[in-house]
């Protein structure tokens, strides 16, 4: 169970801000964790990979919504869980993917040359590419054993397009994918 964050509807100035101006908080704390659940080949214990007082980051359309002691909560699976961050802190380098997901910062598409010339024709399309920044442990195999990701911090991927959930860190725009929507690196 996961206590969302609550979202200030002031500015620094005390200004109100419309509700629908706000972005709803996609990260919480743990308030309750289970110990994890089988493997469902070999039946062997998986640990849950957050515990009680952990700040993680949530997916999209994740979960059930529930109030508990007056305030707003969600009901979710681990598994559906993107990372968490070190040390109760909202920042890009605490960000620790879970499972094989892998946190991309996304390339911005040119609008115009080194010259200065725009471009014309660019798709709306968001880009499917940048480079990775933080790695998750890795997934379960078969046999139960935990695979390193074949990815590491640093390098460039290329990934499937619209997959994975957006997440904005610090002001920057990152996307967090699975390993296996990778198509790509370098």
């Not at 110990?35 to 957050?50: E, L, Q």
């Not at 508990?68 to 380098?93: K, R």
């Not at 695979?147 to 920057?172: H, L």
Request: hydrophobic content about 40%; glycine content about 12%; some cysteine.
């Amino acid at each position: 169970m996961v206590k969302l964050r609550k979202v200030d509807d002031k500015t620094t100035g005390g200004l109100f801000v419309p509700t629908g101006e706000i972005e709803k908080p996609k990260e919480g704390t743990v308030v309750l964790a289970g110990p994890g659940k089988a493997h469902p080949a070999t039946g062997a214990m998986m640990d849950c990979p957050v515990k009680v007082g952990d700040l993680v980051l949530l997916s999209d359309f994740v979960g059930e919504k529930v109030d508990y002691n007056g305030e707003q909560h969600i009901f979710c699976d681990a598994d559906s869980l993107l990372g968490a961050f070190a040390g109760q802190s909202l920042a890009v380098e605490t960000f620790k993917p879970l499972g094989d997901r892998l946190m991309v910062a996304v390339a911005n598409q040119e609008t115009e040359t080194t010259t200065g010339i725009a471009l014309a024709g660019l798709d709306e399309e968001e880009s499917n590419s940048g480079e990775v920044v933080a790695v998750g442990d890795g997934r379960y195999a078969e046999n139960g054993k935990l695979v390193a990701p074949e990815v590491s911090a640093g390098e460039s991927v290329m990934y499937s397009p619209n997959r994975g959930s957006e997440a904005n860190i610090e002001g920057k725009k990152f996307v967090i994918i699975s390993e296996e929507d990778c198509l790509a690196k370098w």
